[in-house]
């Protein structure tokens, strides 16, 4: 599975913002894609997930102002970012948890930086 990331870039606190990924290759039995992000100096942290049942999860910082939603049509996941804060900026990365024969394999995307100016 390849994940392919984009949509990062500058913005001004209060702004909006929208990553894409999308998924090739052994896209079959994915049945968890989500956003995860690094800050400089920080360990990579869970920022959101959903799942082929259509069900989503949030971190407490982006609840309210972050939706996960996918396209299975387009094997294309998005993360709209809506009043974006200084403390946002960091690079995201696209994940994707496939699931074959009670395994799960797990795979990651380059990254998109977002930077949040205040």
């Known amino acids: 599975v390849q994940l392919q990331a984009s949509g990062g870039g500058l913005v001004q606190a209060g702004g909006s913002l929208r990553l894409s990924c999308a998924a090739s290759g052994r896209i079959f039995s994915i049945n968890v894609m989500g956003w995860y992000r690094q800050a400089p100096g920080e360990q990579r942290e869970f920022v959101a997930t959903?799942?082929?049942?259509?069900?989503?999860s949030y971190a407490d910082s982006v609840q309210g102002r972050f939706t996960i939603s996918r396209d299975t049509a387009k094997n294309t996941v998005y993360l709209q970012m809506n009043n974006l804060k200084p403390e946002d900026t960091a690079v995201y990365y696209c994940?994707?948890?496939?699931?074959?024969?009670?395994?799960?394999?797990?795979?990651w995307g380059q990254g998109t930086l977002v930077t949040v100016s205040s």
């Open positions: 994940n994707a948890i496939r699931t074959v024969d009670l395994r799960d394999y797990i795979y």
């Open positions: 959903t799942t082929n049942m259509g069900d989503t």
